[in-house]
């Protein structure tokens, strides 16, 4: 069975997280109090900024997170626990604090996104759940985030569910709505979420028929006459008059799945205009990206269906995030700020606070600011830095303003204000460096 909203989610992990798990059990250190960090080292190539997604999706997941009595089974039999681990296990339930980024807020490298503090044993078991989460979800709306951009005010509808997983395309399809999409095709992410569907007839439609009217008519009569109707099965040209012939100056519009699009999208405009069809719009598909929506800016299209590169991150299908324990209770009780020091993995210690600092309504630089938990809460931050961190979950309890349909809206309403802020150069396609540094502080 594959694993939707709130399926259970306790084995959705690696292997070493249990074996950490019993192994900590065993030697006392379990129950000691932890802070975990996600964040990415880097933005995939020549990205400007990412977009923060699956947060909300996220929590009903956590919330989803304890063994039944199969998983436990499986556990035993496997012998990947010990029986101790195994009766912890029964009564697993996360009870610790999570903060981070709001979704739709860009993020730059090194922004903490998220934080999760609890005992050890609770935060480990989570590692893998959060970033094949946040890890495939930033990485499908920041590629919607530069589509829609390019598409200036053109809707883009996210079309991916036959080129990834199934839930794989139902999470890329809310993921595309933080983006700044419209709808989906994939009925059941619209029905998960509550999102416009969109789709009418493939090419297939057209060849059942015996001629190209038949298949425009049985459409019609179905639809009505507001349809959008397939037209590059055969002749473009030819397609555009039966349907007008058929569905009169009422078509509700045509799409185009292949070919030169900007000079086909011109041709079928002036035919649609001159043939009485003014407000029958054009819709363009096949293999949309980025960089094909704005070489079609200057075209006369409405609208944009794109599959493939969307559900795949445009070439970046994971923001390579990272879950990084930064702070520890130590042996007096007292928390204690812990880090790697690897070489080209090296992380920054301490639990951390991130702003976004402004100058005239515009982003300078992203602040993010280590230490204890006292130099933490006595911060006071200079005057125009925005605080990028909220409460998703507090003592096991997920905030509900950050799950649902609306926190969904908001979400891509935020995506746009907060693109906003940047420079214009984060608009640009062209690869370069992060639109804004990631400044850090430590506060000793």
């Given at each position: 069975?594959?694993?939707?909203?709130?399926?259970?989610?306790?084995?959705?992990?690696?292997?070493?997280?249990?074996?950490?798990?019993?192994?900590?059990?065993?030697?006392?250190?379990?129950?000691?109090?932890?802070?975990?960090?996600?964040?990415?080292?880097?933005?995939?190539?020549?990205?400007?900024?990412?977009?923060?997604?699956?947060?909300?999706?996220?929590?009903?997941?956590?919330d989803a997170f304890h063994p039944s009595e199969d998983d436990l089974r499986f556990l035993s039999d496997?012998?990947?626990?010990?029986?101790?681990?195994?009766?912890?296990?029964?009564?697993?339930?996360?009870?610790?604090?999570?903060?981070?980024?709001?979704?739709?807020?860009?993020?730059?490298?090194?922004?903490?996104?998220?934080q999760v503090e609890g005992t050890f044993a609770q935060c480990t078991l989570l590692e893998t759940l959060?970033?094949?989460?946040?890890?495939?979800?930033?990485?499908?709306?920041?590629?919607?985030?530069?589509?829609?951009?390019?598409?200036?005010?053109?809707?883009?509808?996210?079309?991916?569910?036959?080129?990834?997983?199934?839930?794989?395309?139902?999470?890329?399809?809310?993921?595309?709505?933080?983006?700044?999409?419209?709808?989906?095709?994939?009925?059941?992410?619209?029905?998960?979420?509550?999102?416009?569907?969109?789709?009418?007839?493939?090419?297939?439609?057209?060849?059942?028929?015996?001629?190209?009217?038949?298949?425009?008519?049985?459409?019609?009569?179905?639809?009505?006459?507001?349809?959008?109707?397939?037209?590059?099965?055969?002749?473009?040209?030819?397609?555009?008059?039966?349907?007008?012939?058929?569905?009169?100056?009422?078509?509700?519009?045509?799409?185009?799945?292949?070919?030169?699009?900007?000079?086909?999208?011109?041709?079928?405009?002036?035919?649609?205009?001159?043939?009485?069809?003014?407000?029958?719009?054009?819709?363009?598909?096949?293999?949309?990206?980025?960089?094909?929506?704005?070489?079609?800016?200057?075209?006369?299209?409405?609208?944009?269906?794109?599959?493939?590169?969307?559900?795949?991150?445009?070439?970046?299908?994971?923001?390579?995030?990272?879950?990084?324990?930064?702070?520890?209770?130590?042996?007096?009780?007292?928390?204690?700020?812990?880090?790697?020091?690897?070489?080209?993995?090296?992380?920054?210690?301490?639990?951390?606070?991130?702003?976004?600092?402004?100058?005239?309504?515009?982003?300078?630089?992203?602040?993010?600011?280590?230490?204890?938990?006292?130099?933490?809460?006595?911060?006071?931050?200079?005057?125009?830095?925005?605080?990028?961190?909220?409460?998703?979950?507090?003592?096991?309890?997920?905030?509900?303003?950050?799950?649902?349909?609306?926190?969904?809206?908001?979400?891509?309403?935020?995506?746009?204000?907060?693109?906003?802020?940047?420079?214009?150069?984060?608009?640009?396609?062209?690869?370069?460096?992060?639109?804004?540094?990631?400044?850090?502080?430590?506060?000793?």
């Amino acid at each position: 069975m594959c694993p939707g909203a709130g399926a259970p989610t306790a084995l959705l992990t690696d292997m070493y997280e249990y074996t950490m798990l019993d192994a900590a059990l065993q030697d006392g250190t379990a129950d000691r109090r932890c802070v975990f960090e996600v964040y990415t080292r880097h933005l995939p190539l020549g990205r400007r900024y990412g977009v923060a997604a699956g947060a909300g999706r996220l929590m009903e997941s956590i919330d989803a997170f304890h063994p039944s009595e199969d998983d436990l089974r499986f556990l035993s039999d496997r012998h990947i626990v010990s029986p101790p681990t195994l009766r912890w296990l029964e009564d697993y339930r996360f009870s610790g604090s999570i903060r981070g980024y709001r979704e739709g807020e860009t993020f730059f490298p090194d922004s903490p996104i998220l934080q999760v503090e609890g005992t050890f044993a609770q935060c480990t078991l989570l590692e893998t759940l959060i970033l094949s989460t946040l890890n495939y979800d930033s990485a499908v709306a920041s590629a919607a985030s530069r589509m829609v951009s390019v598409a200036e005010g053109r809707p883009c509808m996210d079309m991916g569910a036959r080129r990834a997983n199934e839930w794989a395309a139902v999470s890329a399809a809310r993921s595309a709505i933080v983006g700044g999409f419209q709808g989906t095709s994939n009925l059941q992410a619209a029905k998960l979420y509550d999102l416009p569907a969109i789709g009418t007839a493939a090419h297939c439609f057209t060849l059942l028929h015996d001629s190209e009217r038949d298949a425009f008519a049985s459409q019609i009569q179905a639809l009505g006459k507001g349809t959008t109707l397939l037209t590059d099965t055969y002749s473009v040209r030819e397609a555009v008059q039966t349907a007008v012939e058929l569905a009169g100056p009422d078509l509700g519009g045509v799409r185009l799945d292949s070919g030169d699009l900007a000079s086909l999208a011109q041709q079928v405009r002036a035919l649609l205009d001159s043939l009485g069809a003014r407000k029958a719009t054009i819709t363009v598909t096949n293999d949309l990206d980025e960089y094909a929506i704005a070489a079609l800016k200057t075209a006369p299209v409405d609208s944009y269906g794109v599959g493939t590169q969307l559900v795949t991150g445009s070439g970046a299908p994971t923001c390579a995030m990272v879950y990084k324990l930064v702070e520890r209770e130590g042996a007096d009780g007292s928390m204690v700020p812990v880090a790697k020091r690897s070489v080209g993995k090296a992380s920054m210690p301490g639990r951390k606070l991130a702003f976004r600092a402004l100058e005239d309504g515009r982003a300078v630089s992203e602040q993010v600011v280590a230490g204890g938990e006292e130099a933490l809460d006595a911060f006071q931050p200079p005057e125009g830095w925005r605080n990028l961190l909220d409460t998703y979950m507090e003592d096991g309890e997920t905030n509900p303003d950050f799950v649902g349909r609306e926190a969904l809206l908001r979400a891509r309403d935020r995506r746009a204000a907060s693109l906003a802020e940047l420079p214009i150069a984060a608009m640009s396609l062209m690869k370069d460096e992060p639109v804004i540094p990631t400044l850090t502080q430590s506060l000793g």
